[in-house]
């Protein structure tokens, strides 16, 4: 059973691709929501490569604004290469979040930067492209949670129906 809640919010994603592939990301991680901002991605929405069709578990809603709608209990993290961010090794996941990511082609605004939680950033050299840094963020949140479900059955759910290879014990 699912104790964490978490939700992603995407600011004026212009790739459709990109949005398709943190769809993919919010369904293996379980993300509860994606929120995304602007119309560009809006408009180039047909080219959708949501290729395990997430969208029809997980919600994918346009808004004005990301940080409308937090709950109380919500903790707003941006995450972007911003001076004076925390390095996402360093960074203790809210049991609650929304995660904010910045565009392809710009960054957060400095008024949401204002009103984070935190400020994390992906310790890489150069910048890593919206759906990459999407799932770095998810696979590090997992990684540190006491709830990460693991082994073979899981695998069992989870790979493709091609796939039948095991380990052989020695």
């Given at each position: 059973m699912k104790k964490t809640q978490f939700v992603i919010g995407l600011t004026d994603?212009?790739?459709?691709?990109?949005?398709?592939?943190?769809?993919r990301a919010a369904g293996?991680?379980?993300?509860?929501e994606v929120r995304y901002t602007g119309e560009r991605f809006a408009r180039a929405a047909k080219y959708n490569t949501d290729t395990k069709a997430a969208a029809q578990h997980i919600p994918l809603n346009a808004v004005t604004c990301l940080t409308t709608d937090v709950a109380p209990t919500q903790k707003i993290v941006c995450v972007d290469l911003v001076e004076g961010a925390i390095a996402l090794p360093n960074f203790k996941h809210p049991?609650?979040?929304?995660?904010?990511?910045?565009?392809?082609?710009g960054t957060i605004a400095q008024a949401v930067i204002d009103?984070?939680?935190?400020v994390v950033y992906i310790p890489t050299v150069g910048c890593m492209n919206l759906a990459a840094s999407v799932n770095v963020v998810l696979y590090d949140r997992m990684a540190k949670s006491a709830d990460t479900?693991?082994?073979?059955?899981?695998?069992?759910?989870s790979r493709d129906t091609n796939n039948r290879v095991k380990?052989?014990?020695?």
């Amino acid at each position: 059973m699912k104790k964490t809640q978490f939700v992603i919010g995407l600011t004026d994603p212009k790739s459709p691709s990109n949005v398709g592939a943190v769809m993919r990301a919010a369904g293996c991680f379980q993300a509860d929501e994606v929120r995304y901002t602007g119309e560009r991605f809006a408009r180039a929405a047909k080219y959708n490569t949501d290729t395990k069709a997430a969208a029809q578990h997980i919600p994918l809603n346009a808004v004005t604004c990301l940080t409308t709608d937090v709950a109380p209990t919500q903790k707003i993290v941006c995450v972007d290469l911003v001076e004076g961010a925390i390095a996402l090794p360093n960074f203790k996941h809210p049991d609650n979040a929304l995660y904010i990511f910045g565009p392809e082609d710009g960054t957060i605004a400095q008024a949401v930067i204002d009103r984070a939680d935190a400020v994390v950033y992906i310790p890489t050299v150069g910048c890593m492209n919206l759906a990459a840094s999407v799932n770095v963020v998810l696979y590090d949140r997992m990684a540190k949670s006491a709830d990460t479900l693991m082994g073979d059955e899981l695998i069992k759910r989870s790979r493709d129906t091609n796939n039948r290879v095991k380990v052989k014990v020695s």
